[in-house]
T-cell receptor, first 112, second 115 residues
Framework: KAGVTQTPRYLIKTRGQQVTLSCSPI?????VSWYQQTPGQGLQFLFE???????NKGNFPGRFSGRQFSNSRSEMNVSTLELGDSALYLC???????????FGPGTRLLVL | AQSVTQLGSHVSVSEGALVLLRCNYS??????LFWYVQYPNQGLQLLLK??????LVKGINGFEAEFKKSETSFHLTKPSAHMSDAAEYFC?????????????FGKGTKLSVIP
């Protein structure tokens, strides 16, 4: 069974731009979570989607948003990029009532 | 809110020596506990998890961890380190919110293995 896939793997943007990252979960997994990883703050939870609905949200500004499609694929969007948004963005998928999350390889975003 | 503390941001061991990575958590309810490993430029790979039942949990690559409720600890061990174990290790606790499972991570411990 294929793992979680994320595209693109690397991205360079400039301040003020917006960016969209994509995540395809493991087949059969309907819950998708997003995390931000930075050297300073570590791994932080962004949000979680299930059945196209956001079920849970971390403590991030409204510039960070996401959505989930009917095939469980998910996207996250960051608008008005700031230098501090440079990070590795990780997507994880799980079965709906399963506590175990499986991670993709991440998208590394650099904001200049 | 739950929290996770990993003692030691860097740990060095000799090849063949015991690996011990420490993790303490805070939780007001029985937690789900996880160890993940991250190799350079990669995502997180699940090593092992504790949900319920046996407190000694065995994972992949010869790692194991023991859940000690009285000490609120979930330390990761491996009897004999290999060069391929060099990576960053993250302990995480799962908390539920609105029916979903949100992971709270420790800051990570970078393991170096000296030949």
């Amino acid at each position: 069974k294929a793992g979680v896939t994320q595209t693109p793997r690397y991205l360079i943007k400039t301040r003020g731009q917006q960016v969209t990252l994509s995540c395809s979960p493991i087949s059969g997994h309907r819950s998708v979570s997003w995390y931000q990883q930075t050297p300073g703050q570590g791994l932080q939870f962004l949000f979680e989607y299930f059945s196209e609905t956001q079920r849970n949200k971390g403590n991030f500004p409204g510039r960070f948003s996401g959505r989930q499609f009917s095939n469980s694929r998910s996207e996250m969007n960051v608008s008005t990029l700031e230098l501090g948004d440079s990070a590795l963005y990780l997507c994880a998928s799980s079965l709906p009532t399963q506590e175990t999350q499986y991670f993709g390889p991440g998208t590394r975003l650099l904001v200049l | 809110a739950q929290s996770v503390t990993q003692l030691g941001s860097h740990v060095s061991v000799s090849e063949g020596a015991l690996v011990l990575l420490r993790c303490n958590y805070s939780s007001s309810v029985p937690p789900y506990l996880f160890w993940y490993v991250q190799y350079p430029n990669q995502g997180l790979q699940l090593l092992l998890k504790y949900t319920t039942g046996a407190t000694l949990v065995k994972g992949i690559n010869g790692f194991e961890a023991e859940f000690k409720k009285s000490e609120t600890s979930f330390h990761l061990t491996k009897p004999s380190a290999h060069m391929s174990d060099a990576a960053e290790y993250f302990c995480a606790v799962s908390e539920t919110g609105a029916g979903s499972y949100q992971l709270t991570f420790g800051k990570g411990t970078k393991l170096s293995v000296i030949p």
